[in-house]
């Protein structure tokens, strides 16, 4: 049978609870979706490994157990999605597992120890999951066999040393029942050095492979969630059969920006990618929900996406019948929920502005030069929109987070700008009105965030990392009133200046990076 699902990204300190998580299920299963796949990297509980996932929020096998349940009664396949490779940076942290460290986030090719651990990882997601599909990553492993294998045996071609690494894995699935699926893209580019539709050529990887011996049980993943062209789609679906494997479509829901959900993007490239799964032939499917850096958005944020993909799936992806399955499965309005969208400012600035907004600093103001056209006034407009909205449904916990950033961004956005105009102008009474009215509200905007948002995460996530998000807007609000406090000193002569703001800032460009490039230049952690 076809398969059409959902992945949700539970690694990135944001673990779905398992009541959210019904409620996820009923809805999805309710837009047609077969398929929910748990993308966890360390956030399960693995027999033998105490440190495994430790205070990460795992899942329990118990709840494992549950949740595989629930969905079989709906009739959603609930499918785990590891790694058996790379992204285990978390795992890494515990000195338990430094001898199965090749470099960065990527495991060991060759010790015996890395595959006892996934042979702990294998027997104990046997218990919890009664299907035989299995996940187990494999992606973005850029480094593989550079660090402590290379030191150990020296160089090898790594296009061999993966699918040997692929061919051990693939038998430990088989041996407990597991049919597993991989992201394709290291092989792509060990195969032929690019990863671009011009570039490859399909003869390549049928030759690179007649090189080495490719397991017979594994389907191949193609993901890409940002390209609007069918014809790329549709070559490098060609590419990927070429490995003589099944392959699957992974597009994109897209969570993973910031706090914004962009909806309307997903909308475009689901578009385009669902047109050239249908004339190629590909009947399995799925969107991904990814957590980048803190998983900052909600997942219900981008219901629109999921609801938008399953019918374009069928060719009926237009706005008025997706409005209507919105307001019947989610029970609101889909234009709602389309406001989420405009917290991020995508006019020509690359997106995700109201994270950069939030978190840039005051004074250094890494980000400023790239949002110059940000108006404070745009997001006390939208916050009064959020606030006013129709069609809410149940999720004015959703809404609230969402018109408290604003308010928040409302303040803070041209905080720096100003304090770094009025300084530079020598203008003291407007620099004493900032340290005495704006940054005040600054905090305060950000304290009414931060409590809306606590809430928001607790309604659909585990509690075990958020600790992330206060040492986040902690730090932000510390640092807003330690400015506050550095302007004060200036302005009474205790300080001749105030050292960040005789800086020129640089035009760079922090976009796409975590959230510790936005904040400062210096070391978090040496």
């Not at 030191?151 to 690494?165: D, N, P, T």
């Not at 890409?224 to 490995?243: G, L, N, R």
């Not at 909600?298 to 374009?312: D, G, N, Q, T």
């Amino acid at each position: 049978m076809a398969m059409k699902g959902i992945m949700l990204d539970c690694s990135r300190n944001g673990v779905m609870k398992p009541e959210a998580l019904k409620r996820y299920v009923r809805m999805i299963a309710k837009m047609g979706y077969d398929t929910l796949m748990l993308y966890t990297e360390d956030t399960y509980e693995v027999d033998g490994e105490p440190f495994f996932g430790y205070m990460r929020g795992r899942y329990t096998k118990a709840e494992l157990k549950e949740a595989d349940a629930f969905c079989a009664e709906l009739g959603v396949e609930l499918v785990p999605c590891i790694q058996t490779l790379a992204h285990l940076k978390r795992l890494f942290k515990w000195e338990a597992y430094d001898g199965i460290c090749d470099c960065d986030d990527i495991l060991l090719i060759g010790e015996e120890k890395t595959y006892q651990l996934l042979d702990h990882m294998f027997s104990t997601l046997r218990q919890c999951f009664s299907t035989a599909k299995i996940h187990i990553g494999m992606d973005e492993a850029f480094r593989v066999g550079l660090g402590k294998y290379l030191v150990r045996h020296g160089y090898e071609e790594r296009f061999g040393l993966l699918c040997r690494h692929l061919n051990r894995v693939c038998e430990m699935a088989a041996a407990y029942g597991f049919e597993p699926m991989i992201w394709s893209d290291m092989f792509i580019r060990f195969a032929t050095d690019h990863y671009q539709k011009d570039k490859i050529n399909p003869e390549w990887v049928r030759q690179k492979i007649r090189e080495v011996s490719l397991p017979e049980n594994v389907t191949f993943v193609f993901w890409d969630y940002y390209t609007k062209d069918k014809e790329y789609y549709k070559k490098m679906i060609e590419v990927h059969k070429a490995f003589g494997r099944n392959v699957v479509f992974a597009g994109g829901a897209w969570t993973w920006k910031g706090f914004a959900p962009d909806n309307a993007f997903s909308f475009s490239v689901t578009e385009a990618a669902m047109q050239a799964v249908r004339e190629c032939g590909i009947e399995d499917w799925f969107l991904t929900c990814w957590g980048d850096d803190g998983d900052e958005c909600s997942k219900f944020a981008v219901l629109p996406a999921l609801v938008h993909a399953s019918l374009a799936a069928e060719g009926r992806g237009d706005m008025d019948a997706v409005k209507e399955k919105f307001r019947e499965i989610v029970g609101a309005e889909l234009d709602a929920f389309m406001l989420l969208d405009r917290l991020d400012l995508d006019e020509g600035l690359n997106g995700s502005c109201a994270k950069y907004l939030l978190y840039t600093d005051v004074f250094k103001g890494f980000e400023d030069p790239r949002h110059e056209k940000a108006d404070g006034a745009y997001y006390a407009q939208l916050a009064e929109q959020l606030r006013c909205a129709d069609g809410k449904g149940g999720y004015g916990w959703l809404f609230d987070a969402y018109e408290a950033l604003c308010r928040a961004l409302a303040v803070k956005s041209g905080l720096g700008g100003k304090t770094r105009k009025y300084y530079g102008e020598g203008d003291r009474a407007n620099l004493a009105k900032l340290a005495e009215e704006d940054y005040p509200a600054a905090l305060e905007a950000v304290r009414g965030f931060y409590r809306a948002y606590r809430k928001m995460w607790m309604e659909e996530k585990k509690p075990c990392g958020f600790d992330v998000q206060d040492i986040r807007l902690g730090g932000l609000m510390q640092r807003l009133e330690s400015c506050r406090l550095s302007i004060e000193e200036y302005l009474r002569g205790e300080t001749d200046s105030i050292p960040e703001l005789e800086e020129e800032v640089l035009q760079i460009r922090c976009g796409k990076r975590p959230w510790h490039y936005l904040v400062t230049c210096n070391a978090l952690a040496d």
